[in-house]
Structures are given as C-alpha cells and as structure tokens.
C-alpha cells in the first residue's frame, strides 16, 4: 500500500522541482526534500538500494573538495556556509540515482521542460507587469549609472520571483533552445510566442553573455539544424538577424551595456565611477593576485572575502567593495583561491568528467544547457548561488537519468 502510494507521488514530485525558478530557495529545496523522502522511502521498500550505481559519485567530488578543504583549514560558520552552497552537489547524485528511471522517459522529459518553460513564462510577464503596477512605461528608458530601471527593479525591489537575472536568462536560453527546436523538428510555430518572449525579456534583463549565447544558438540552430533548403535558410537567417538588430536598437539599454563594456575594460574604478565592467576586470586583476601568492593551498574559503577586500583597498581608489562583500565573480577561480591548485585540478576533473557525459548522451539541449553554464562561471560565481546549481544539477541529472533509462531498455530487449 505504501510503496504505491509512494511510486505514485514522484508523478506529482518530480515535476514540481522544475517550477522552482518561481519560488524562493526555502521553497525549491523544500520541493527537493520531498522528493527525497519519499525516494529513500520508495528505496526501503522496494529494496533497490542494493542497486545503487557507484559510478554516480563521481559527480559529487565538488562538495566533497569544498567540505575537504574546510575541515583541513579548521571547521568554522564561514567555511561551513560555502559547504551548505555546495549541498546540491552531493545530493542530486544521490537522489536521482535512486529515482525509478521509468520516470525519465523522453515523453516525460518533454513534459517537465514543458513546466520550467511555462514557469519562465509566467515569470517573464510577472517582471514586466509588477513593474508597471509601480512605474510608467516612460520609465523603461530611465537609466542610472548606465544601468536601466527595469533590471535594477528585477534586482533588488521586485516582491516575488527574486531571482538574479543572470541566472533567471540562462534558463530561459535552455527554454528557448526548447521551443525554438519544436519549431524547427515539429514545425510547432506556435512556440515562436516563448522564443519571442524569452528573446526580449533577455535584452530587458541585458545579461551581456547571455544575450551574446543566446544570438550565436539562435543562429547556430538556423543554420545547422533546420530541415530547410539553403535559399530558406538565408532567407531565414536574414529575418532573424533584421528581427533581432531592431530588437536589440529598441530595447533600452542594450547598446549602453555593450557600449560600457568597451569604454570601461581599461578605466579602473575611480571614487564612485564604477560598473559592471571594471568591477569586474578588478576583481579578476585581485584574484590573479591572490592566486600567484596563494596557488599551493589557496587562502582558504574563510578568508576568500578578506583577501579580495584587502586587495581592492590596496589597489583601488574606489568606494565598489564597500557596501558589498564581493566573492570572485567566477567559479573556477572561486575554487582556485580558496583550495589553490590540488582542490582546482579536482574540479577540473570534474568538468571533464561532466563533459565526457554530456558527449556520450549526445543530447542537444544538454549541450547547451552546460556550455552555457560553464561559460558563465567565467563571470560569476555560479554554483555558489541557489538557482544556478540546483538548475544545472537538475538539468544534468535528468538527461543522465535519461540516458540509463536507454540503457535498461537496450538491456530488457
């Protein structure tokens, strides 16, 4: 009786994981912690644990090089608070090599990424709308800083869906490579409604590298791998790019943000004159820095937030790092620094693994989903965040769990 009630409830819970980009964090791991009881509960009667792969712990050697690390430099709150970080990094391994694999069946998969698509849907619109419940639509154009309203009011003031826009415009990418393939594979032309949406919700957020992915795939897919004749394709291609450059004219801010990435790269911050750009190009020149005179052990996760401060006070005639404890801005060097070079060649190691996976399924949406991340770990730190890796963990475990559930089937024929 239980064991049925409780293979029937992964058909309510595993599909609510992939609505977590509408919810806070507490309510996402909430979701995931469900999941989990009920999966070890469904493990214990059915006794499938003995069947539990091994080879899945591979992807946990991220949390266990962060908790490693800060039991050998003493156990303290700080360094605590970067191990629970990295908590999803052991758990989704686990969990979803315990999961029932029936429930990864390609139908399916179609019907979770239905719902994150659907979610960002709804959240794109939900950015919008509470913006003009507050401010005029004049106020779209309104910039301070350089930086337009409407991302600074999705940043900090907007009362639901806080969710970093960075972060918010990688998953709508994965949901728009989702749709845009329905196009092309099934001539859903329908779905042009989400690509067209997710493109200018993109260009309303201005996450520079996401925009930047976003317009290369778009074009990628065109290019690659639509069924349409060369004549097609170029007419395709040339609507798109005409679509796509008035866009971009349009929509405020755009060409500000790439503007200053060009005026700033080589202007350090100075007193308040200070910005995305050059913040970063500071903290990348600090994090060099640290990393020549730290590389054998790292400085630690503890003082990984002194260390940058100390070198932005020393090198810097700026009030940037004041009000705002910066970490590195990019992940590998967050591992780097904190662990030096054996905890990074580990994570290296892990990425190669991840890749070597990502190859063998051979699955294009999991493709873009991890280069995409992996390239934006270079501009922020993006496992250390919530949203960042419970989605590509999330992501990565379902096209894994996709791939055995092939396996088993190849086997039972």
């Keep these: 009786m239980l064991k049925n009630i409780s293979e029937k409830l992964f058909l309510f819970l595993i599909p609510l994981l992939f609505t977590f980009p509408l919810f806070r964090e507490n309510i996402s791991s909430f979701f995931f912690i469900l999941l ?3 999966t070890l509960a469904f493990t214990f009667y059915k006794k499938s644990y003995k069947n539990f792969d091994l080879k899945s712990l591979v992807y946990t ?3 266990f090089v962060i908790l490693l690390f800060v039991l050998i430099r003493g156990a303290s709150s700080e360094g605590f608070k970067h191990v629970n970080h990295s908590l999803f990094f052991l758990l989704f391994p686990i969990i979803f090599s315990l999961l029932p694999k029936e429930y990864f069946t390609k139908e399916k998969i179609n019907f979770y990424f239905t719902i994150l698509k659907n979610s960002c849907f709804i959240i794109a619109f939900g950015f919008v709308i509470a913006f003009l419940v507050k401010y005029d639509f004049k106020d779209f154009f309104v910039f301070k800083y350089g ?3 409407f991302r600074d009011f999705v940043y900090y003031e907007i009362p639901f869906f806080k969710i970093h826009p960075t972060y918010y415009t990688s998953i709508v990418l994965f949901c728009t490579a989702f749709s845009f393939k329905k196009v092309l594979d099934e001539k859903k ?3 042009l409604i ?4 997710f493109i200018v ?11 930047i992915f976003l317009g290369i795939m778009l074009i990628a897919m065109l290019l690659f791998f639509s069924p349409y004749t060369f004549k097609q394709k170029i007419a395709a291609l040339s609507i798109f790019l005409i679509l796509g450059v008035s866009l971009a004219l349009l929509t405020p801010g755009v060409k500000n943000r790439f503007k200053e990435m060009y005026n700033s790269y080589n202007n350090p911050p100075t007193g308040l004159a200070y910005d995305s750009t050059n913040v970063r190009v500071s903290i990348t020149k600090c994090s060099v820095e640290i990393a020549k005179e730290n590389y054998l052990f790292g400085v630690g996760f503890d003082n990984l937030e002194e260390a940058l401060s100390e070198c932005f006070k020393s090198n810097y005639n700026s009030s940037f790092y004041e009000n705002h404890n910066y970490l590195t801005h990019n992940y590998f060097s967050y591992i780097l620094l904190s662990t030096g070079i054996f905890g990074f060649l580990l994570f290296l190691f892990y990425c190669f693994t991840v890749a070597k996976k990502v190859i063998r399924i051979n699955r294009f949406l999991l493709s873009i989903a991890v280069i995409n991340v992996f390239f934006v770990c270079l501009t922020e730190d993006y ?9 590509f963990s999330l992501i990565l475990m379902t096209y894994i769990n996709y791939s055995k559930y092939l396996a088993l089937n190849k086997t039972h024929k």
Excluded at 194 to 197: D, N, S
Excluded at 201 to 211: A, G, H, M, R
């Design 36 to 38: 989990s009881v009920n």
């Design 61 to 63: 050697i991220p949390f």
């Design 147 to 149: 930086v337009p309203k």
């Design 189 to 191: 032309y329908s779905e």
């Design 194 to 197: 989400y690509v067209f949406v």
């Design 201 to 211: 919700i993109t260009l309303l957020l201005l996450s520079k590298i996401n925009i």
């Design 383 to 391: 496992f250390y965040r919530h949203y960042g890796l419970f989605y």
